[in-house]
């Protein structure tokens, strides 16, 4: 799994997130995928409150508890409503620009991977937001991504994480999927990044539905609760080590 961080010359999601901070405004920032035409990430989208964030966010706020961990954490946006609900939160992801927008919005805030073993801090709650699962990248990280939450987490703690299930764009009208079993699982997107004309690397983004992520999860000694549906093939899970579920 890589375990490295992100230079200020390639961060072009960060770069956004700055300028849109520092600046006042930012230009289109572009998704690229060898799978779809091209797309954009509304940047302001990434500064919602919480009256802006979907139910399913709102309810992984609302359900976090104890010490947390804001994963992945962007501009901040998870960490500064937590912080608004009165709750402790520590953000990380990779991104240096975005850590640092996100210390001058007052965020305790380090740029670490997720998959970095030498930070070793203990969180009640893991937070995984915006398609949490897409930072375990691969099916074939599940077991990798299981043993790193496992090391993060607190005696009784959990993973909040959100995603979707990417059916809906292989359904025919009739409800027969036009999905090739040969081919790798249908949530497997390559993604790239570009902003003011700089690409960031390519990398791997995980969309994966409830019942996959709940096989991995008994696979690796965890427990996966749906917590909540949303109005479009998308849910919240909660993720638990099967040994804390076992002494409740
Ligand atoms: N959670 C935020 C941002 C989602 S975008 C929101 O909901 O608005 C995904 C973020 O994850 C990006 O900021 C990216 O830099 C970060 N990221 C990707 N891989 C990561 C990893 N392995 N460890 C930590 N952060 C990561």
Same mark, same amino acid.
């Given at each position: 799994?890589?375990?490295?961080?992100?230079?200020?010359?390639?961060?072009?999601?960060?770069?956004?997130?700055?300028?849109?901070?520092?600046?006042?405004?930012?230009?289109?920032?572009?998704?690229?995928?060898?799978?779809?035409?091209?797309?954009?990430?509304?940047?302001?989208? !990434?500064?919602?409150?919480?009256?802006?964030?979907?139910?399913?966010?709102?309810?992984?706020?609302?359900?976090?508890?104890?010490?947390?961990?804001?994963?992945?954490?962007?501009?901040?946006?998870?960490?500064?409503?937590?912080? +608004?609900?009165?709750?402790? =939160?520590?953000?990380?992801?990779?991104?240096?620009?975005?850590?640092?927008?996100?210390? #001058?919005?007052?965020?305790?805030?380090?740029?670490?991977?997720?998959?970095?073993?030498?930070?070793?801090?203990?969180?009640?709650?893991?937070?995984?937001?915006?398609?949490?699962?897409?930072?375990?990248?691969?099916?074939?990280?599940?077991?990798?991504?299981?043993?790193?939450?496992?090391?993060?987490?607190?005696?009784?703690?959990?993973?909040? /994480?959100?995603?979707?299930?990417?059916?809906?764009?292989?359904? +025919?009208?009739?409800?027969?999927?036009? /999905?090739?079993?040969?081919?790798?699982?249908?949530?497997?997107? #390559?993604?790239?990044?570009?902003?003011?004309?700089?690409?960031?690397?390519?990398?791997?983004?995980?969309?994966?539905?409830?019942?996959? !992520?709940?096989?991995?999860? *008994? +696979?690796?000694?965890?427990?996966? +609760?749906?917590?909540?549906?949303? *109005?479009?093939?998308?849910?919240? =899970?909660?993720?638990?080590?099967?040994?804390?579920?076992?002494?409740?």
């Amino acid at each position: 799994m890589n375990n490295e961080v992100l230079n200020a010359g390639a961060d072009p999601m960060g770069a956004a997130i700055y300028d849109y901070h520092f600046n006042g405004d930012a230009d289109t920032l572009i998704v690229h995928s060898s799978m779809f035409e091209d797309d954009e990430i509304p940047v302001p989208d !990434l500064f919602r409150s919480f009256e802006d964030m979907p139910d399913l966010e709102q309810i992984a706020l609302e359900e976090a508890r104890g010490r947390i961990l804001d994963v992945g954490a962007g501009s901040g946006c998870h960490s500064i409503a937590l912080s +608004e609900m009165g709750k402790e =939160a520590v953000a990380v992801d990779i991104s240096p620009l975005s850590v640092e927008v996100m210390c #001058d919005r007052g965020v305790d805030a380090r740029q670490i991977n997720l998959y970095d073993e030498s930070f070793t801090e203990k969180f009640d709650t893991v937070l995984m937001l915006m398609n949490g699962t897409g930072i375990i990248g691969t099916l074939e990280n599940m077991p990798a991504f299981f043993r790193r939450i496992r090391e993060l987490l607190a005696p009784d703690g959990c993973v909040l /994480i959100d995603s979707s299930d990417l059916r809906y764009l292989f359904e +025919e009208e009739d409800g027969s999927l036009m /999905i090739d079993l040969a081919d790798d699982y249908y949530g497997l997107l #390559d993604y790239q990044m570009e902003y003011k004309g700089v690409k960031g690397e390519p990398f791997d983004w995980l969309y994966v539905d409830f019942d996959t !992520l709940a096989f991995y999860a *008994e +696979e690796n000694g965890f427990c996966a +609760e749906l917590v909540a549906e949303g *109005e479009h093939y998308d849910y919240l =899970a909660r993720l638990k080590d099967v040994s804390c579920v076992d002494r409740d």
